[in-house]
């Protein structure tokens, strides 16, 4: 288990940027950058030993600068609160706040600035077990509109059983919401390789949040039963996405709404790739995962490969989208002196 810090490189206002590079002895690697705290690659051994690079993403942090559609939010950490909350508006304490609004008339993935486009400070740390790259920052009273100081922690960990887990954590010294996932878009064939039609995936949700024509939930809990959304056995892509298609949805962007016992850690989802054998699980603590197909990316990667519609899926473990307008979903508040923590583990293995 051993990790190098390297530099990177410069954004457009002269900050340097590093990149860190984790490894454990079942060639597995890892690079996080502290811009964005983002995934930059993940690299994976296939059923005949060949490793390659899973996730989707750029060469140098200028690219990752770059706001979507150029770049559609790869690999990064996205805060104060993933997904979208409504016409960017919302409500504490008798206090309404007023968020930007950055898709459409809806605030999305902390807005503007969110925490993808801002700067972390790294600290390692190793054992014999994991390394794990800790980025910390102060998210002021203010920032993009959220309230309170907020205090946050975003953790990678390799371990030497092929995981990577991320744990978050925060305080707050007012009242306000927080959700925080990470924005990784797979292809277990290799990022540039293809499409993801032919993954099978399992979603472990027999219920999914409908949402209406600008992507905010109609707040009902639909059984996925005899649905496109019935992903609790292994199901391959590419016939649901065509069916969607037919119904003029570009693919899925959708929440599910996942069958837990309370908030411990308990495996969410799971997509296998028939011809590499690469297989990979995602535990999480949170009640909702995100299905977002790369319907509409269309950007040209690492090494210059072009990625197009289909390129990666991301599965973004999360609370429900707009929680902070929808009092029967679960709370995303976080009040002085507690403490948000969430934490998502992803396992690589063959099959
Ligand atoms: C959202 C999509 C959005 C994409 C941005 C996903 O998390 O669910 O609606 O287009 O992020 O790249």
Redesign the pocket.
């Given at each position: 288990m051993h990790y190098e810090k390297t530099f990177w490189g410069y954004t457009t206002e002269g900050i340097p940027v590093d990149l860190y590079t984790l490894r454990n002895d079942k060639k597995v690697m890892v690079q996080v950058t502290n811009y964005g705290a983002s995934l930059v690659s993940l690299y994976t051994p296939d059923k005949n030993g060949n490793i390659e690079d899973v996730v989707l993403g750029f060469d140098s942090v200028v690219d990752y600068e770059k706001l979507?559609?150029y770049n559609?939010?790869f690999g990064a950490t996205?805060g104060r609160y993933?997904?979208?909350i409504r016409k960017g508006q919302f409500s504490l304490d008798g206090k309404t706040y007023s968020l930007s609004q950055n898709?459409g008339v809806n605030h999305?993935?902390g807005g503007i600035k969110g925490f993808q486009k801002q700067i972390f400070k790294a600290t390692p740390f190793v054992t014999p077990e994991e390394i794990s790259i800790q980025f910390k920052r102060l998210s002021h009273d203010g920032e993009e509109g959220y309230p309170g100081n907020l205090k946050v922690s975003i953790t990678y960990t390799l371990t030497k059983n092929n995981e990577l887990k991320i744990t978050y954590k925060a305080t707050t010294d007012k009242t306000t919401i927080v959700n925080l996932?990470n924005?990784s878009y797979f292809n277990l064939t290799g990022e540039g390789n293809g499409d993801i039609l032919d993954h099978q995936l399992m979603i472990a949700a027999s219920r999914y949040t409908p949402v209406n024509e600008t992507?905010i939930p109609t707040g009902d809990l639909l059984p996925v039963k005899d649905t496109l959304f019935d992903f609790t056995s292994p199901v391959s892509l590419r016939d649901p996405i065509a069916k969607l298609k037919k119904l003029s949805f570009e693919g899925y962007?959708?929440n599910f709404v996942l069958d837990k016992n309370g908030e411990n850690i308990s495996l969410a989802a799971k997509i296998s790739e028939p011809l590499t054998g690469r297989v990979m699980e995602i535990y999480t603590t949170e009640p909702g995962i995100?299905l977002?197909t790369?319907?509409?990316?269309d950007t040209y990667g690492k090494e210059g490969k072009y990625y197009g519609k289909y390129s990666g899926l991301?599965l973004?473990t999360q609370h429900f989208?707009d929680s902070p307008n929808q009092q029967d979903f679960p709370s995303t508040i976080l009040k002085p002196g507690e403490l948000y923590f969430s934490q998502t583990i992803y396992r690589f293995s063959i099959s």
């Open positions: 979507t559609p559609p939010f996205i993933a997904n979208r898709n999305l993935h996932t924005h992507l962007d959708h995100q977002y790369g319907n509409f990316v991301a973004e989208p």
